[in-house]
T-cell receptor, first 113, second 117 residues
Framework: GDSVTQMEGPVTLSEEAFLTINCTYTATGYPSLFWYVQYPGEGLQLLLK?????DKGSNKGFEATYRKETTSFHLEKGSVQVSDSAVYFC????????????FGKGMKLTVNP | NAGVMQNPRHLVRRRGQEARLRCSPM?????VYWYRQLPEEGLKFMVY????????ESGMPKERFSAEFPKEGPSILRIQQVVRGDSAAYFCASPPPGGIANTGELFFGEGSRLTVL
């Protein structure tokens, strides 16, 4: 079945550091790709998405580009803030059969001042 | 998302007891997903329901777990005879009307954290 593999943490960075979180996927067809973020004690929230190859999703300074040739959707941010401390999940839409999202394992990011 | 309500937020059970987790989706939404977040394992799909119908239960363990979404009232995830391995955070999510095909966005509740002693 469809699956998502993402870089596992935890990762600790200093404020203003550059962030990359790797994500690759395996899917039949052409899924949409997503990054969700989970702040401490909360549910997941959609951070950004891309629905087709070469699309770039962006939000709150984060970006990710849908790369069909490498089946990747890496998340980047040029300068992280303490408030970015959270768990980040890469996901794809599995539209075969019932619609559902398939998530990676998540990566915990801590940003220190 | 504040619109998806889950309760209880925290639940402690002893081995062999039953756990019932409730989820009310966003107003006007008639579908819910249940996901389980185990330590070190990320989010795993469990079941997808609409009112009075199970659409996809391919992620549900074969025994002890059941889910329903009645015509009136919240969706309920029920775990019978809990074991320590059931300790996890259980999240409910509500898709927008029309499903996730267009936006891919799921609106998550804050989760119910089950601890089995």
């Amino acid at each position: 079945g469809d699956s998502v593999t993402q870089m596992e943490g935890p990762v600790t960075l200093s404020e203003e550091a550059f962030l990359t979180i790797n994500c690759t996927y395996t899917a039949t067809g052409y899924p949409s790709l997503f990054w969700y973020v989970q702040y401490p004690g909360e549910g997941l929230q959609l951070l950004l998405k891309a629905t087709k190859a070469d699309d770039k999703g962006s939000n709150k300074g984060f970006e990710a580009t849908y790369r069909k040739e490498t089946t990747s959707f890496h998340l980047e941010k040029g300068s992280v803030q303490v408030s970015d401390s959270a768990v980040y999940f890469c996901a794809l839409s599995d539209l075969g059969g019932s619609e559902k999202l398939v998530f990676g394992k998540g990566m915990k990011l801590t940003v220190n001042p | 998302n504040a619109g998806v309500m889950q309760n209880p937020r925290h639940l402690v059970r002893r081995r062999g007891q039953e756990a019932r987790l409730r989820c009310s989706p966003m107003k006007g939404h008639s579908h819910v997903y249940w996901y389980r977040q185990l330590p070190e394992e990320g989010l795993k799909f469990m079941v997808y329901l609409q009112k009075e119908n199970i659409i996809d239960e391919s992620g549900m363990p074969k025994e002890r777990f059941s889910a329903e979404f009645p015509k009136e009232g919240p969706s309920i995830l029920r775990i019978q005879q809990v074991v320590r391995g059931d300790s996890a955070a259980y999240f409910c999510a509500s898709p927008p009307p029309g499903g996730i095909a267009n936006t891919g966005e799921l609106f998550f509740g804050e989760g119910s954290r089950l601890t089995v002693l």
